[in-house]
């Protein structure tokens, strides 16, 4: 089955909120929380997507014809596409029964990692699910990266200590998650860390730390503070905050800052190949994609993941080939119209 056919399959299964859309341009799903979609005027989803297409990319097919090399180097493990899987979490509140979140992380870790990528698992209020994604990530030798969310200091160092133990080649945090509005006023309780407790946790953490849910360069240097070894430039999908700019709207000025200091992530509306070019060449070092993988395991589970993989690896390598450059390190603003 090819990744069309795919979202055509999970279309039957995924539930009645995610319309499995050809396009996952946050439309269809807007404002449904419950659901895939964003908070509030459920806008910010659907900007985030808007803002790649609106990047174009320069053609230039006079260079050299090496081999194109698309692999990524990330704290000591080498990846075949600089693309990694994003935490989702209650997957079948937000998608249908189909799965839980412990039989969607077993699919999603091994799948990733057995295409030469890795999934980051998302967290809840169910501790059970920090449990068992750890498990599923210390048996595919720490590729993977247990996402946890902003609890309360002593669930944070429970949870850390896991992630710990899974031998996990990196750990992060959702530090917006302090929004979702199924995590307020519940227990345990998770909510903003001020730069001290986030740099306590993160000195508590064996593995480079990823912050994810940066939205200015302010928020990019508090997090470098903390020790974070890596950021997420990241609106949670608009889940979180209704009113924020697209990610491909500040990632630049981000990037330009720090470059080379901390890895740059981003995500938010990354569907293909090409949006993946678009937003290395604003800086960031590599891609996070979620909604879409949810997609891809609904309908047919790690043939799916693979099958998107391998499509986002041919676009990628199809654009650089166009664009006149070989390895990622020579993919820049050049390449694209600004
Ligand atoms: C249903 C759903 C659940 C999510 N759960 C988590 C989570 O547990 N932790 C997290 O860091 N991000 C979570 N996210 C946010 C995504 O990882 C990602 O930041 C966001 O969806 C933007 O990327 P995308 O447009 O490629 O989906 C969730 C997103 C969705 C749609």
Redesign the pocket.
């Known amino acids: 089955m090819n990744v069309n056919e795919i979202r055509e399959k999970s279309r039957s299964v995924i539930g009645p909120y995610c319309k499995s859309c050809m396009m996952c341009n946050g439309k269809a799903c807007s404002n449904k929380i419950p659901g895939?979609g964003a908070k509030g005027t459920g806008t910010v989803?659907i900007k985030?997507y808007d803002a790649w297409q609106k990047l174009e990319v320069k053609m230039d097919t006079i260079a050299s014809n090496n081999e194109i090399d698309t692999s990524f180097e990330l704290f000591g493990k080498t990846f075949k596409y600089p693309v990694f899987a994003?935490?989702?979490?209650?997957v079948s509140q937000?998608y249908s029964d189909l799965y839980n979140d412990n039989s969607f992380n077993e699919v999603y870790v091994n799948a990733c990692a057995k295409s030469g990528i890795a999934a980051f698992t998302?967290?809840g209020l169910n501790e059970e699910i920090m449990i068992q994604a750890t498990r599923v990530i210390k048996e595919n030798e720490g590729v993977g990266v247990p996402?946890i969310k902003p609890w309360d200091k002593e669930t944070c160092f429970e949870k850390l200590k896991l992630a710990n133990e899974s031998n996990a080649f990196a750990i992060a945090m959702?530090i917006d998650?302090a929004g979702l509005p199924f995590l307020q006023g519940r227990i345990p309780p998770a909510g903003r860390k001020s730069e001290a407790e986030l740099k306590e946790i993160i000195d508590y953490a064996k593995a480079p730390f990823i912050v994810?849910g940066i939205m200015s360069v302010e928020g990019a240097q508090k997090a470098i503070n903390a020790g974070a070894q890596g950021i997420v430039v990241?609106n949670?999908?608009g889940?979180v905050l209704d009113g924020t700019p697209a990610t491909a709207a500040v990632l630049e000025e981000i990037a330009d800052k720090f470059k080379g200091q901390v890895k740059i992530f981003v995500?938010?509306?990354?569907r293909s190949g090409l949006d993946v070019f678009k937003a290395l060449a604003l800086g960031a070092d590599a891609v996070?994609?979620?909604?879409p993988f949810v997609n891809m395991i609904y309908g047919a589970g790690k043939e799916g993941v693979e099958a998107y993989v391998q499509q986002l690896g041919q676009e990628l390598e199809n654009v650089m080939m166009m664009t006149g450059v070989s390895s990622l390190k020579e993919v820049s603003k050049k390449n694209i119209y600004k």
């Open positions: 895939p989803a985030n994003g935490p989702v979490g209650a937000h998302g967290d996402t959702d998650a994810k990241s949670h999908g889940r995500d938010g509306g990354i996070i994609i979620t909604r």
